[in-house]
């Protein structure tokens, strides 16, 4: 196979994985949508109940794009307040690792069972028949990933490759890299499935998928950002807010990416295990400075924009 056809083959299994987390995402969002927002209203009373509903709610849709863009949109709606919002956007940003573990377990046998699955429920005729949907998605997801993974495999021995990948050596051109390949594809999660798999592989270094995946992580707030541009100033502010929060936890693990990486290795041998805990880790650690003081930091944030022109004519 000639390098332009891998090539093809690698864009159109990326492009199959990305319409499986979007469609997955979509068929979750349509089973209750009242229901969802309801639930969300009751649930970030509370910064600690918020956070964990951010969790849970990136980790089933497989997308903290997904979730950092209904949480803007609600507050629009005034469904949700500002502050609140907050909480929901950081779990989100930590739920949205769950797609770093399904990259790196051994999932071959178990894609085409949930494809098969959710077909025969989709034949139910009454409202199961949503769910089935999901699951097939889902399915399709793991399956996508395997594909990947083959597809990329000539990729090892191709001298141009992998002299390219290891421009990834220096932290910076991989958080920049890692940022835009998310704007592009406008999704995280195949910017980190991408990562892992290319270090299983054995043609990305942890340190430099580590590099890419915390790029990954400022460039996934862009989708809120746009989608909030068209919403009030809370909404607006909600998604800026999402994203001083990702690159100030960038720009202060970036020092110690290394360190994090040897940290990693020395609780697996798995080098996918050790870029998915050190993408796991890094969100934590954001969470953890940052939930303590979701009040104050609103405050701060309301304070600032309060002062510039353009804040005043939202």
Known sequence: MSNFQTFVVILATISLFLYSLKSFSSEIKNISSEKFENLISRLTQHSLSGFVLGIILASIIQSSTAVSSITVSLVD???IGFVNSLSVLLGANVGSTSTAWLVTLNMEFIAPFFIVLGTIISMIPNKVQLIG?????????????????????PLKDDPTIISVLEWTENHFIGVLGGIIVTLIVQSSSVTTG???????????????????????NVGTTSTALMVSMQLNKWAKLAAIANFVFNLTGVILIFPFINLLSRFTQSLTDDIGFQVAYAHLFFNVFVSVITLPFLKKIAIAFQNKMESLKMWKNA
Do not use: C, M
């Open 77 to 79: 709606a005034g469904v």
């Open 133 to 153: 949907k999901s699951v097939f998605y889902f399915g399709l997801i793991l399956f996508s990933l395997d594909l990947i993974n083959t597809a990329i495999g």
């Open 194 to 216: 991408l990562a892992i798999l290319l270090t299983q592989q054995g043609v990305l270094t942890p340190e430099g998928a580590i590099s890419i995946i915390l790029g990954a």
